[in-house]
């Protein structure tokens, strides 16, 4: 049930900031409800590990990232990441899910010519499009 409310929280909010290049923080908030429940009903997930993990991965994402790319973008990462620690993946995972969704950006940038000669996007582009695809393909062959 969490992973279809991701999934679903991931496809709103990509076709938000397809539209829109906007997406307000709401979108995220019944994934993280969800998130809160499945945690109180399987305690299991919740150890050290999970918090130590999630709570880094979070500070990493909102302290540092935020800069680098939007703060939606940041949110989607968060809860991509969220996703993949509760099923037992450390941050390498994580930081893996990251590594694939600035490539696919870059190469799909690149192919459009929206990438210039210092490595820039000419035209700002939405992001989460490309989070989503990226956890797609990271949730496939790292947790099926």
Known sequence: MVIVSLASTLFAASARDLKTKEVERIIWLPVCFLYV?????DPGNLNIFF????LFYGIIQECFFARLY????????FVCG????????DLTICFLHMTISFLILIAVQFLRGNIDRTFKLK????????ISLSFVIVYLFCCV
């Not at 939007?70 to 990462?77: E, I, N, R, Y």
């Not at 969220?82 to 993946?89: A, D, T």
Request: positive net charge; aromatic residues 10%.
């Open 37 to 41: 429940i499945h945690l109180v009903c």
């Open 51 to 54: 918090l130590i993990n999630v």
């Open 123 to 130: 035209r700002p582009v939405a992001f989460i499009p490309y």
């Open 82 to 89: 969220i996703m993949l620690i509760m099923l037992k993946h």
């Open 70 to 77: 939007g703060k939606a973008d940041c949110h989607a990462f």
